[in-house]
């Protein structure tokens, strides 16, 4: 379900809809309700991955100017808290999404910081800034002892 739903959302920037999920998948492979839920809170760690990486490389934040991937992870973050689980009790699903929510806030949380800390070092250095090295003539000497 991770791979089905993040290839989805790469090529169409929506999340994947269960039908649509259980129709990706091989024959004589069912997807539950439960595996569903569970597979949009590993999404959330895939994107988060692909939102640093891509950041990392590009120096830029995945996503058009009017909907990033950050603002997408914010949302579904909101979304995910509004869940009510409560009638999961304590079964696999309440268990495991406790568990996920918390991971998924914290995916979150590390794009905000990456974010931040992109617009701060940009802001600090001037677009197709280097360094300055001194040209020493060639090779620096070598202390040894």
């Known amino acids: 379900m991770e791979a089905v739903s993040f290839s989805h959302y790469l090529t169409q920037q929506s999340l994947i809809s269960l039908s649509q999920a259980q129709d990706s998948l091989p024959a004589g492979i069912?997807?539950?309700?439960?595996?569903y839920v569970l597979g949009l809170f590993d999404l959330v760690g895939e994107i988060?991955?692909?939102a640093v990486t891509r950041m990392a490389t590009d120096g830029r934040l995945p996503g058009a100017e009017e909907r990033t991937i950050?603002?997408?992870?914010r949302i579904l973050r909101t979304e995910f808290e509004s869940?009510?689980?409560?009638?999961?009790?304590?079964?696999?699903?309440g268990r495991d999404v406790e568990k996920k929510m918390?991971?998924?806030r914290t995916c979150v949380e590390k794009v905000e910081t990456?974010?931040?800390?992109?617009?701060v070092r940009g802001r600090e250095r001037p677009k197709g800034?280097?360094?300055d090295v001194p040209d020493e003539g060639g090779r620096g000497e070598v202390e040894s002892y």
């Open 114 to 119: 990456a974010v931040y800390g992109m617009i």
């Open 129 to 131: 800034w280097v360094m």
């Open 102 to 104: 918390e991971v998924m």
């Open 83 to 93: 869940l009510d689980t409560t009638r999961c009790g304590n079964t696999g699903l």
């Open 48 to 50: 988060m991955r692909f």
């Open 30 to 35: 069912e997807l539950t309700g439960d595996d």
């Open 70 to 73: 950050l603002s997408d992870l």
